[in-house]
């Protein structure tokens, strides 16, 4: 069984930075892509960063790019979000999301970290 344990979130004042850490855990697994989404009180989740396994292909949403770094450490297991320059509006609940293979594919998500950027 993999789980994906979430950490780094908590309170942050607008225009300061915080980074969030995803790290896969369990047995047998290969290779992985990692999505960070988040999901605001009231609004539908959104997709804000992805980040391949060799991390040649990186994806952004339009209101991160230019303020959030992807990356990570196959090492480790663990994919991290930079934030920087946040702004109130990226205030959330951050999820990480892989399709990890072991005997067969599946669709694992984090718990959740809350990220509050005050004003």
């Known amino acids: 069984q993999v789980q994906l344990v979430e950490s780094g979130g908590g309170l942050v004042q607008a225009g300061g930075s915080m980074r969030l850490s995803c790290t896969a855990s369990?047995?047998?697994?290969?290779?992985?892509?990692m999505v960070w989404f988040r999901q605001a009180p009231g609004k539908e989740r959104e997709l804000v960063a992805a980040?391949?396994?060799?991390?040649?292909?990186?994806y952004y949403a339009d209101s991160v790019k230019g303020r959030f770094t992807i990356s990570r450490d196959n090492a480790k297991n663990t994919v991290y979000l930079q934030m920087n320059s946040v702004k109130p509006e990226d205030t959330a609940v951050y999820y990480c999301?892989?399709?990890?293979?072991?005997?067969?594919?599946?669709?694992?998500w984090g718990q959740g970290t809350q990220v509050t950027v005050s004003s």
């Open positions: 999301n892989a399709n990890i293979r072991t005997s067969a594919w599946s669709n694992y």
């Open positions: 980040i391949s396994y060799s991390s040649g292909s990186i």
């Open positions: 369990g047995r047998g697994f290969g290779a992985f892509a």
